[in-house]
């Protein structure tokens, strides 16, 4: 029987709310380097935040529980995530502009 936390997942998440100019980005960075996640999060120019992450399966929904809410300062309207597979296109997890 195959262990599914060691499986590889990726996500694509975009979140709305007041997601920028409250440091959801870095956090998300910060959250998802100490999971062993790579990929990025970015600012869209709608205002909401782009999330990539590549990881095991159970650091995957670790991190998609916590995009649902974000940092203090954050406010979370609405996240929509969808399940990809993995590239393994990314060598860590940073702030892309």
Same mark, same amino acid.
């Given at each position: 029987?195959?262990?599914?936390?060691?499986?590889?997942?990726?996500?694509?998440?975009?979140?709305?709310?007041?997601?920028?100019?409250? =440091?959801?980005?870095?956090?998300? #960075?910060? +959250?998802?380097?100490?999971?062993? $996640?790579?990929?990025?999060?970015?600012?869209? %120019?709608?205002?909401?935040?782009?999330?990539?992450?590549?990881?095991?399966?159970?650091?995957?929904?670790?991190?998609?529980?916590?995009?649902?809410? =974000?940092?203090?300062?954050?406010? #979370?309207? +609405?996240?929509?995530?969808?399940? $990809?597979?993995?590239?393994?296109?990314?060598? %860590?997890?940073?702030?892309?502009?």
């Amino acid at each position: 029987m195959k262990d599914e936390n060691c499986e590889i997942k990726a996500i694509y998440a975009l979140a709305f709310g007041r997601v920028q100019g409250v =440091g959801f980005r870095y956090s998300t #960075v910060k +959250r998802a380097l100490a999971l062993g $996640l790579k990929g990025y999060a970015r600012n869209m %120019s709608d205002g909401s935040v782009e999330v990539m992450a590549e990881g095991s399966a159970e650091a995957i929904e670790k991190l998609v529980k916590y995009l649902k809410q =974000g940092p203090p300062a954050a406010r #979370v309207d +609405r996240l929509d995530f969808r399940y $990809l597979s993995p590239k393994g296109y990314y060598r %860590s997890f940073n702030v892309e502009y």
